[in-house]
């Protein structure tokens, strides 16, 4: 097992599943400390402690701090613990999101709550600019190399699921790109990830309901393990300020996924 990560102090915020757990683990399997947020907590398998128990297991050295990313002082108490207890941070992800409930998806606009927007753009987007806001000081005490992440969506350039989904990824997007510009003099990247249809535990209850193909969807941990090819990577610097794709990271660096497989090409892809 590498351990090119080993020292480096990593946040993924709502990570308790999906696509963010995938991050953790990911960080971990190269000796990572990494530091999650979540709001489930207790037994089952979707909790802030069964991630600590995952990080753990794949290497690296979790711990686990119940964040609701709506709540800025949260946040705000999330990374003064941070601060507390490492000095810095190397790597941000800012993954932490809020499914609608019922899900935003099909319809017009007007047939959705407007609480739906504070879900996807309040938690999709705002927290993402908070907890970058309190992670950058953090990231400065690191010195050059350090890296945010902002995941995002294939929805930030054509129609997924709702106008609203659409606009905070969009919006996304557009802040990754002027953060990476203020960061620049700080040799620090800002990147927005891309990734395609991935078989989260929400996307494959969908689909076992439906009867839905997954065949040829990207997991959690395969996303994950394009964030340390990423930051390893010597043109960083380069890539900043863009939109990555998980296939073409897949490709590019060799990252594999649990089943020892490429991530597969999102067949909706646009540029």
């Not at 590498?2 to 399997?29: D, N």
């Not at 907590?41 to 979790?62: D, M, P, R, W, Y």
């Amino acid at each position: 097992m590498s351990h090119s990560l080993k020292g480096k102090i990593c946040v993924v915020t709502g990570a308790t599943r999906g696509i963010g757990k995938g991050c953790a683990i990911a960080l971990a399997e190269q000796g990572a400390t990494v530091y999650v947020t979540g709001r489930t907590t207790g037994q089952g398998e979707l909790t802030i402690e069964t991630s600590i128990e995952a990080i753990n297991a794949a290497g690296g050295v979790g711990h686990g701090v119940r964040v609701d990313h709506s709540q800025d002082q949260q946040i705000a108490d999330f990374f003064k613990q941070v601060k507390s207890e490492q000095g810095k941070i190397d790597i941000l992800v800012n993954n932490v999101y809020k499914i609608p409930s019922p899900p935003a998806w099909g319809g017009g606009f007007w047939d959705h709550p407007i609480q739906i927007w504070d879900d996807q753009v309040g938690i999709g987007l705002r927290a993402h600019y908070v907890a970058s806001w309190h992670a950058a000081p953090l990231l400065f005490a690191a010195g050059p190399g350090g890296l945010i992440v902002n995941v995002s969506s294939p929805g930030g350039l054509s129609y997924h699921f709702s106008s609203s989904y659409g606009a905070g990824k969009a919006g996304l997007d557009r802040l990754t790109a002027d953060m990476a510009i203020e960061l620049k003099e700080k040799e620090i990247a800002a990147i927005s990830l891309y990734p395609g249809s991935v078989a989260t535990e929400f996307i494959l209850a969908h689909a076992t309901a439906n009867g839905i193909d997954l065949s040829k969807s990207q997991t959690p941990l395969g996303v994950g393990r394009t964030i340390p090819a990423l930051a390893l990577s010597e043109d960083l610097m380069q890539r900043s300020g863009s939109i990555q794709w998980v296939e073409d990271l897949s490709q590019e660096f060799g990252v594999k996924d649990e089943h020892g497989n490429l991530s597969p090409i999102y067949n909706n892809r646009q540029t």
